[in-house]
Structures are given as structure tokens and as C-alpha cells.
């Protein structure tokens, strides 16, 4: 069994701000004099996920954060790379900058994205759905200087202060500029191509005005031999604050335009026996430095939206692009406390990266498509229109993958969303407490179009993969510059969709809390409801009788050839409507008692939901006739129950935390390519630990969550008692970092043990553990070099597999952490 090693340093996994700085939450690590020196620990507070700042020593929810200077020291190449820092969180990271799998605690990653923890940017969702197919929400966050902590709240009361985030809230703080000065930071690869710039800078235009300024641009190949710069682009935000006695208002802009390779599972070798299986790379390919992608794809050409021929940037991979406005207001009134936060964000781009549906010997491959005696030619690279004289050395390795090109348009994303809140402290004779009522809305866009293609490529690294054609027996081509269909071929045709559906989310909510001495008590309720109004129209649908595969003379010679054949569109008359409501109840209630002034114990039990919202289009769930639910709001609302309890300690620069949860989770999901519905029910107990120790110029921290889950309930009975897939029973991440004015050094380890690639259990995913390392030095005023390592031991970490067993070529579809990667970087402070 093989090991692969994550960096970060110094990650202070605690929130940090001061009672004064509570009712203005995104100043909390901002620079505010206050902060200069060592903060009690009794000062914490939460921000994220509760009525209004709370210390975290009181109460009774399980809360982390990674502040900016962590941030800058981890240099994390993505937003799952940061996430995945935080106990209880698991981040699938191995995707690239975008398209993470992300989960908490024993809640199942039964879907890609995050499907029960929402993303926000400064308090409000980036998207209202996490998991929107081939759109998640990290795909539109980048974590660079302008974000001023990172604060996550695991189960507990996310459930009734967010829509659809039962397992947990990740916010994105941004910085605001109550710190004057700035930076500039120039950083390249030392062993992989890339080049960026970072920077950032606020300041103080008067005593009652703040603006803050911040982005980001890089382009280069990245962590992988791919052969063209796959990622390109950048971000800049903005705020600008104006503060009053009674309170304050923050007006601020985002533009985000970026372009990056997106990796899917990749063909790996894996022999010995399931449970103790041997994954290695294929000769000639590592699918921990190279890609599917290459530099001899050509641009996909196929039938678009609106069934006109259309092609496409192949190296244009995971594109991007956020165009968001908003404020957030907060004002006293005569003891009551209005907030109000409200956004709108335009958000597009696509989604095209190479998904392997099979592996094979090259000649096996060939037959299997042109009949037995068929033979391969070069249809891209070098030596196109060759013919492949020994199919068995093909490539290195004689592997032929089968591709579906996974081309979806992110026609419109768009997301407007407004949370108005008032919040009164109460005294409640014996104690004092505090009460606040709400209201959000949202309207979230889902406007998507996929567009499938069909290919050959040889399975080689360093970017020189190059497409295949077929000739029969008889010397006919039966493929066409490497499409063998011009459609999901490899998965019978399927999947040529268009989603045209908006959906409406409103939910009122309350929370009480009191405090009675040394004990704390709080409950909060939630109601969402709302409407999902628009079409879906394909041949998935069933709804139009004519067949979803057409003739297309593509190449326009008169001629149809076998690929031309076979031409996936969108029949006009195969709309089907989506027209239903949706309603579900959340309620969370929890209690603190501090034994002592630095040790305190805590109980929660929270009941929250979660609108599947378009993972439910497509499937019995949604009427193709009427649009309607035809089994209620079971088959769009997925149920979480969780009960979590455990020990707080914060005292002389340590600080410990303790929590045993239990989660039950009912859902309905359907699984695309192949299309698959379940209907299952998952239960899950475990233990959360998270603890850091500083003293003098060293610093550690750490954190651990065992988790015992089970399949308790399914359509497949074959899989009740399961361990659902890809739940190891450990996650850990650690650091350890020393630092004076001169120097920095630290290391930090993220890692997971063994878990199951599906849920038959069969396969077994190495567990592995990823170093990450930096060190830094600050040789004048104002100056600091550093070198950041990724992936320090330069090991393999799978997070995923599709096959469920090991298949008889010994050939299974995984994805790899990427490779080790080092980069440079100058910091020039001002």
C-alpha cells in the first residue's frame, strides 16, 4: 500500500476577534489595535452560524477558523486545499482549483460539491446550492489576500441561521481595512510552471471611512504535464466601509475571470487483492503529475443549445467568471440591532475536462469498435494520419481510453440572496439573554446545457496524449478525428440536457439564548420554503418520441460517416416542465455550563433539511408531465438529525476540544453516468478533537475525527450495513511551526486511513497522509522570501474511484492528489 504526503503552517484553528468587534464581523481579524496583543481566550468570538458574536468558550456549537497570516503561510493552491485544514471537514482537493468533493463529519459525499455545508463570502452564499451539477460553489471562490480569515462551523445551529447547510457553514471573510498598509507578493513554480501576482491594501480615508482592495492574477501549465497553460485568469475585490455611532455600512464588488484545468479520475494500475490492493501508475503515465488533457486535443466540435453546430476551447477546462455586488448594513436602534446583508451575483462559465468510461489494450479497444481486424490511426499530434504500426507499444504502455469529453455550459448561475436580521439583548430577571428574528431570500439561476462528446486518446503523460481514429477491416474509417460519436457514446447516448430552472428559497427564522450564571442556553428554529419554476428538455426527459441520435454532416464532404452517426441533440419538443413548492423544518437547541473559567461542556440536537433542488431533475422525484413532486417533499428534501455534545479548555496558551456527534442522513440522489437513482439512509457516530499548544516563538496545533458510518437503509438491500464510500474511520490534519522577527519555519500534515472505494465494499481507497512545508525569511524591514513545498514527500493520495472492484485488466478510473510542487515567493510590505 502506497502513502502520499499537505503543507500548512501555523493554522490557528480558532476564531479570533474581541467582544467589541462582534456586531462588526468582518473587521474581526482585520488589524484592529485591539488585537495587537495576545487576545484572552475568554475573548473569542463566533461570528459564523449563530444570532450574533458569541464567545466560543460559552457556546454550545463546534467552530474553527484559519486566519490571514495561516493563509499566507499555507499558500493553498485552492479553496478545498484551505478548507480541508479544518477538523471534521473533508475536502476532496485533488481536482484542481475547483471541483471538490467536500463533507463533514459522518455525513455522506454522496454527491460532488458539497452538498450539506454552504460556501459563503462575508456572511451570504456564493451559491444557495453547493452541489450544483458540474457548478459547486468553490469553483467561484479563490482564497487570496483579500479574504481576512476563513471561519467554519461544523452541525449545530448552521441549519437555522443558512439555508441548506445542515452539516455546516465555511464564510470567507473578507478584509476591510482597519489596518493601514498592504502587500504585493510575487510567486513562482520552482519545479512547475506558474507565475502570480498577489495583492492587497486598505486603509483609513477618515475616522469613519475604511476601503480595502485585493486580488490576484497567474497563469502558467500548473501542478500537472498537461502541455499549455491550463490556468489563467485572476480575481479583485473591493470594499468600502463607513462607520457612524450607531453602527456602520459596507458597499463591495467582486470580479472574478479565471481559467483552469479541471482533473477527473484518471486510468491507474491496481493489482493484489481488494482489501489490500496495490495502486500504481500505468507505465508511462502518473496520474499524480500528468492529465488526460494534452496539447494535441483538438477543440470539440458538436450541436449546441440550440442544435447548430458549434466547437469549443478544449483549454479553456474549468472557466469562470463572477461579477458580484452587494452591502451589508448594521444600525442600533434604541436597543435594537438591525443587520441586513444582500448580494448579487452574475455568475457563468463551462465545464470541459476528459472523463475516462473505460480503459483498455489498444487493439482490444480498436475490435471492439470496428470489428474484429481493425486498426488504429493518429488522428492529432506528430504523426496524424499514421496508422500505429505497434498497437501494443502505443503510448508506452498500449492503453487506449475511451473519453466522454465532459462539456457542460454554465449558461447562467446567477444568485441574489438578502438576510435581514433584528436582534434585541433581553434581561431575563435571574439572567440575561438575547433574542433575534429574521428573514432571507434567494433566488438562485441553474441554467445549463451538456454537451457530451465521444473520443479516443492514448493514455500517455507530459502533455503528449494524442486522439485515435479506427479503420475496419476493410480500411473504412469508422471515427472521425477522434470523435466516436458525437454524443456520450460510451454511455449509451445518454446525457444531452438542457436545465432552464430558477428556484425561490424564503425562510424565516428565530433564536433565544440565555445566560443564568455559569450555564447557557439557546434554541433556534428555521422554515424554508419556496418555489422551483422552468424546463429541462433532452432525451433523458422521455418525453418527445423521436429518437435522441440524428445524422450530422459535420464535416460537410456529403458523406455520413459511423461517428456523424451518432449526433446527440435537444428534440424541440422534448421540454418537460418543472413547476413545484417545497417547504421543510429546521429547529436547533443547545446548552453550555462553564465549570470553570476555562473549561466548559456543551449538548446540542438539531434537526435540519436540505433542497436537492436540480440533482433531483431528471429522475422519478420531478413529474416530466406536470412538474410537480408526485411523492412530496421527500424525494427534493434531504434530511439530516444530528446530536453532538463534548468539552471546551482554553487556558495558559492551550486550548482542547472534545465533541461526540451522531448524524442521521435520509436522502434521495441520482447518480449520473450511468444514471442511477438511491434512496438511502446513512447513520454515523464519531469523536471530533482539536487542540493547539503555543509556547515562546513554537506553535502547535492539530485536530482528528473518527467516525463509525453505516448504509442503514437502501433500494439496494445489498448494501444495508455497508460503510458508505469514501468514509475513512480517521481524518487528521497537524502543525507544527516555529517563528521569530527573522524567521519562519513550519510543517503541517493532512491525511485519512483507509476507506471504501463504493458502497458494495469491496475495493479498498489508501488511506495517506500529505506534508506540506515552508519556511521564510525577513532579511530587511518590509521584505520576506519564502518557499512553500505541496506535497513535501511527494506521495500518491487517491480520494476517489469509480470501479467498486478490482476489474479484469486491472485498470480502475481514480484521482490522485497532485504531485509535489514548489514555489518561491517575495512579499513587499507597505
Same mark, same amino acid.
Given at each position: ?114 452538498? %450539506? ?178 496539447? %494535441? ?440 511551526? %516555529? ?92
Amino acid at each position: 500500500m502506497q502513502f502520499r504526503h499537505v503543507l500548512a503552517a501555523g493554522v490557528a484553528l480558532s476564531a479570533i476577534a474581541t467582544p467589541a468587534m462582534a456586531q462588526n464581523t468582518t473587521d474581526a481579524v482585520d488589524g484592529d489595535p485591539l488585537l495587537e496583543g495576545p487576545a484572552a481566550e475568554s475573548d473569542v468570538i463566533v461570528v459564523t452560524g449563530v444570532a450574533r458574536g458569541q464567545n466560543r468558550l460559552e457556546s454550545s456549537v463546534s467552530v474553527s477558523s484559519v486566519d490571514a497570516e495561516s493563509i499566507a503561510d499555507l499558500n493553498p493552491r485552492s479553496s478545498a486545499d484551505l478548507i480541508r485544514q479544518i477538523p471534521g471537514i473533508r475536502s476532496e482537493a485533488s481536482g484542481g482549483e475547483g471541483n471538490a468533493n467536500i463533507a463533514v463529519r459522518g455525513i455522506p459525499v454522496s454527491t460532488g460539491g458539497a452538498r %450539506y455545508i454552504q460556501l459563503q463570502e462575508d456572511g451570504l452564499p456564493v451559491l444557495e446550492f453547493g452541489d450544483i451539477v458540474f457548478g459547486n460553489s468553490d469553483n467561484f471562490i479563490r482564497a487570496d489576500r483579500s479574504v481576512g480569515r476563513v471561519e467554519a462551523i461544523r452541525g449545530g445551529s448552521a441549519s437555522t441561521f443558512a439555508s441548506n447547510s445542515p452539516g455546516g457553514i465555511i464564510n470567507f471573510i473578507s478584509k476591510t481595512g482597519r489596518e493601514e498598509g498592504g502587500a504585493i507578493v510575487l510567486s513562482t513554480g520552482l519545479d512547475f510552471d506558474t507565475n502570480r501576482v498577489d495583492f492587497d491594501y486598505g486603509t483609513a480615508l477618515s475616522d469613519v471611512d475604511l476601503i480595502h482592495i485585493g486580488g490576484f492574477y497567474r497563469q502558467g501549465e500548473g501542478p500537472r504535464d498537461i502541455g499549455y497553460d491550463g490556468f489563467q485568469g485572476g480575481q479583485v475585490k473591493a470594499n468600502y466601509t463607513r462607520e457612524f455611532d450607531a453602527g456602520y455600512i459596507r458597499f463591495y464588488g467582486k470580479y472574478l475571470n479565471d481559467r483552469t484545468a479541471t482533473f477527473l479520475p484518471q486510468p491507474v494500475l491496481v493489482n493484489g487483492t481488494a482489501d489490500n490492493p496495490d495502486y500504481t501508475p500505468i507505465a508511462n503515465f502518473d496520474p499524480a503529475t500528468d492529465a488526460l488533457q494534452s496539447q %494535441y486535443w483538438t477543440d470539440p466540435v458538436t450541436l449546441g443549445r440550440d442544435n447548430r453546430v458549434d466547437n469549443f476551447d478544449f483549454r479553456n477546462g474549468l472557466e469562470v467568471e463572477s461579477v458580484a455586488v452587494g452591502f451589508e448594513a448594521e444600525v442600533d436602534f434604541g436597543g435594537w440591532t438591525v443587520t441586513e446583508r444582500f448580494r448579487v451575483a452574475d455568475n457563468k462559465g463551462g465545464f470541459l475536462s476528459p472523463f475516462p468510461a473505460s480503459a483498455g489494450d489498444a487493439q482490444g479497444v480498436a475490435d471492439g469498435i470496428g470489428g474484429p481486424g481493425s486498426s488504429l490511426v493518429f488522428a492529432s499530434g506528430p504523426s496524424q494520419g499514421q496508422t500505429v504500426a505497434n498497437p501494443a507499444a502505443l503510448g508506452g504502455n498500449g492503453i487506449v481510453s475511451q473519453i466522454v469529453l465532459f462539456n457542460t455550459r454554465l449558461n447562467g448561475l446567477r444568485n441574489i440572496s438578502n438576510d435581514l436580521r433584528l436582534s434585541r439583548d433581553l434581561d431575563w430577571g435571574s439572567g440575561s439573554g438575547a433574542i433575534t428574528a429574521g428573514f432571507y431570500a434567494s433566488e438562485q439561476e441553474v441554467n445549463t446545457t451538456w454537451l457530451w462528446t465521444s473520443h479516443l486518446q492514448t493514455t500517455e503523460g507530459d502533455g503528449n496524449a494524442v486522439l485515435l481514429d479506427v479503420r475496419d477491416a476493410n480500411g473504412d474509417l469508422v471515427t472521425q478525428g477522434g470523435n466516436v460519436g458525437y454524443g456520450a457514446s460510451f454511455f449509451g447516448n445518454c446525457c444531452r440536457r438542457i436545465y432552464d430552472v430558477t428556484y425561490k428559497t424564503y425562510a424565516p427564522f428565530l433564536s433565544v439564548s440565555g445566560e443564568f450564571g455559569a450555564l447557557t442556553l439557546d434554541g433556534s428554529v428555521r422554515y424554508d420554503f419556496g418555489t422551483a419554476k422552468g424546463r429541462i428538455g433532452g432525451p433523458d426527459t422521455g418525453v418527445s418520441a423521436r429518437p435522441g441520435v440524428v445524422s450530422v454532416d459535420f464535416n460537410g464532404d456529403g458523406t455520413i460517416s459511423p461517428a456523424e452517426a451518432q449526433t446527440s441533440w435537444i428534440q424541440p419538443d422534448s421540454f418537460a416542465p418543472v413547476d413545484y413548492d417545497f417547504g421543510y423544518l429546521s429547529f436547533s437547541i443547545g446548552a453550555n455550563y462553564l465549570l470553570s473559567d476555562d473549561l466548559s461542556i456543551f449538548a446540542r440536537y438539531s434537526q435540519g433539511g436540505r433542497h436537492t433542488a436540480d440533482r433531483s431533475l431528471f429522475s422519478p422525484a420531478v413529474s416530466t408531465v406536470t412538474g410537480d413532486t408526485p411523492g412530496g417533499d421527500s424525494g427534493v428534501i434531504a434530511d439530516v438529525d444530528q446530536l453532538e455534545g463534548g468539552l471546551k479548555y482554553q487556558g495558559a496558551g492551550v486550548r482542547l476540544y472534545a465533541t461526540a456527534f451522531y448524524a442521521k442522513t435520509a436522502e434521495t440522489n441520482v447518480e449520473i453516468a450511468p444514471l442511477l437513482l438511491t434512496d438511502n439512509t446513512y447513520e454515523a457516530f464519531g469523536v471530533e478533537l482539536e487542540g493547539s499548544y503555543s509556547f515562546g516563538p513554537f506553535s502547535l496545533s492539530a485536530g482528528a475525527t473518527w467516525t463509525d458510518s453505516e448504509i442503514e437503509d437502501a433500494l439496494n438491500p445489498a448494501i444495508i450495513g455497508n460503510t458508505p464510500r469514501r468514509q475513512a474511520d480517521l481524518v487528521f490534519q497537524g502543525t507544527a511551526q %516555529y517563528e521569530n522577527d527573522f524567521f519562519t519555519a513550519g510543517l503541517n500534515a493532512v491525511g485519512t486511513t483507509d476507506s471504501f472505494t463504493q458502497d458494495n465494499n469491496d475495493l479498498v481507497l489508501p488511506g495517506y497522509t500529505q506534508v506540506n512545508a515552508f519556511v521564510a525569511i525577513r532579511p530587511v524591514d518590509r521584505v520576506e522570501l519564502s518557499v512553500n513545498a505541496n506535497n513535501l514527500f511527494d506521495v500518491y493520495g487517491y480520494t476517489e474511484a469509480e470501479e467498486g472492484s478490482i476489474p479484469g485488466n486491472n485498470i480502475v478510473r481514480a484521482r490522485s492528489i497532485a504531485g509535489r510542487t514548489i514555489t518561491a515567493s517575495i512579499r513587499l510590505d507597505f
